[in-house]
């Protein structure tokens, strides 16, 4: 080995020891990860590694009959909540703040921004009162969530997790909490996870955030996307809510993801339920040959013709000189109205095109002309016939008698 790649290797080591040395000590929100090496009370305590341990409330980890779910030496995935200044530990928790005791550890959770627990008392003015550690607490209406609440009720005693934001001490403490806070953290967090397996067509679970007239938004879990209307199912869907509720879990696809500059919404995702089923059109071939006859409700009315939908996903078109009467009326509503249950007959079909010519009389009617405007009722009446010469002579003859 050459005197200039013996200092290559020493200088090698000494980046790498310089590296360990200089690694930046997990800050409050960051995520790490770590061994449990002991239980002990109410706490866990995890191995972060480069000389960090870090304290978790066994709570967390706990299932409905009250068991510890995690053992010694299990690895756990966790945040950094806080700092206990007396031992150096860090303090770690997802959703969870930290029990606190009397206004001095009420301040030190607010030095280090530690989330704290508490309990919802009731509906105010302009948000929620929280009750910390025997110490009234107030959080304002939009510090309760991420997103717009407007039924506050709903928070009454609940034990949630609030980071104290203003602090006035004194013989009765003034503090002011977020929840929000919190909340933006977690999903951060979830954020970053989500985006490492986000991409076209990718298939996630999600859940629904808010309905509205044009689509369903969906949290991919810190990451939201949206469903548009024409991609909830194959068939016609007249409101998203007549197919999804909010907060109902769904299963995506991942259609399209727009890079932008807004940092809050670094990116717009089209999601889609559609693409996840069977294309009715690949068996609509063999399910409906010309000339066979379907049933269907009447899904929309242009001045050209109706739309019939035959099965959920495939639609046919009636065309104005199909509707089954005897003359050709000037508009189709003259005849049928939306959500009319109508039977026809395939007179085409076009697979590539997704087109199915339909007909509502017994024949195809070719070559009909003229516009009359009368109603429906017009063609279901028979016509009154003006008689012979004779006829009307009569009639007028008949009429002179009653005037005399």
């Known amino acids: 080995m050459t005197d200039t790649e013996d200092f290559a290797a020493l200088l090698k080591q000494y980046d790498q020891e310089q590296g360990k040395q200089t690694q930046r000590t997990p800050q409050v929100g960051d995520k790490v990860q770590g061994t449990i090496v002991s239980i002990g009370g109410d706490n866990l305590y995890v191995d972060l590694g480069s000389k960090s341990e870090g304290i978790l409330e066994a709570a967390e980890f706990t299932d409905a009959d009250g068991n510890l779910t995690l053992k010694v030496g299990d690895r756990v995935q966790t945040l950094v909540t806080g700092k206990d200044e007396q031992s150096g530990s860090l303090l770690l ?3 969870r703040g930290h029990k606190v005791h009397g206004s001095a550890e009420l301040e030190q959770a607010w030095e280090l921004q530690q989330p704290v627990d508490g309990r919802v008392t009731g509906v105010t003015k302009g948000g929620i009162e929280v009750e910390i550690a025997g110490i009234r607490a107030f959080c304002p209406a939009s510090q309760i969530d991420i ?3 407007e039924e506050l009720e709903q928070f009454v005693g609940q034990h949630l997790s609030f980071r104290i934001t203003k602090y006035q001490g004194g013989r009765h403490p003034n503090l002011v909490v977020s929840r929000r806070a919190l909340l933006e953290e977690e999903q951060k967090v979830l954020a970053e996870e989500t985006r490492a397996t986000l991409k076209e067509g990718a298939v996630l679970n999600g859940i629904v955030t808010s309905i509205k007239e044009y689509g369903a938004f969906v949290d991919l879990g810190g990451v939201e996307g949206m469903i548009h209307i024409s991609e909830l199912a194959f068939s016609h ?5 007549d197919l999804l509720s909010e907060g109902q879990p769904v299963e995506v696809s991942v259609l399209r993801i727009e890079k932008t500059d807004n940092p809050r919404h670094p990116e717009k995702i089209a999601l889609s339920i559609r ?5 009715p059109w690949l068996d609509a071939g063999q399910q409906f ?3 066979s ?3 269907g409700k009447v899904t929309r009315i242009q001045p050209f013709g109706a739309f019939v939908e035959i099965a959920p996903g495939i639609e046919g078109m009636v065309h104005i000189s199909e509707l089954g009467v005897e003359r050709r009326v000037s508009h189709p509503n003259e005849v049928v109205k939306e959500g009319d249950q109508v039977e026809a007959r395939v007179l085409s079909i076009d697979l590539d095109k997704h087109r199915i010519g339909l007909s509502l009389s017994g024949e195809p009617q070719s ?3 003229g516009g009359d405007t009368g109603s429906i009722d017009d063609y279901r009446k028979p016509k009154q016939s003006f008689g012979t010469l004779g006829d009307l002579l009569k009639e007028s003859m008949e009429k002179q008698k009653q005037r005399k």
């Open 275 to 279: 693409a996840l089923s069977r294309d």
């Open 237 to 241: 869907v007249d409101h998203p809510k």
């Open 293 to 295: 006859q379907v049933s």
């Open 367 to 369: 070559g009909v002309a």
């Open 93 to 95: 928790g997802t959703r």
């Open 147 to 149: 997103r717009f609440i």
């Open 289 to 291: 040959p010309v000339g």
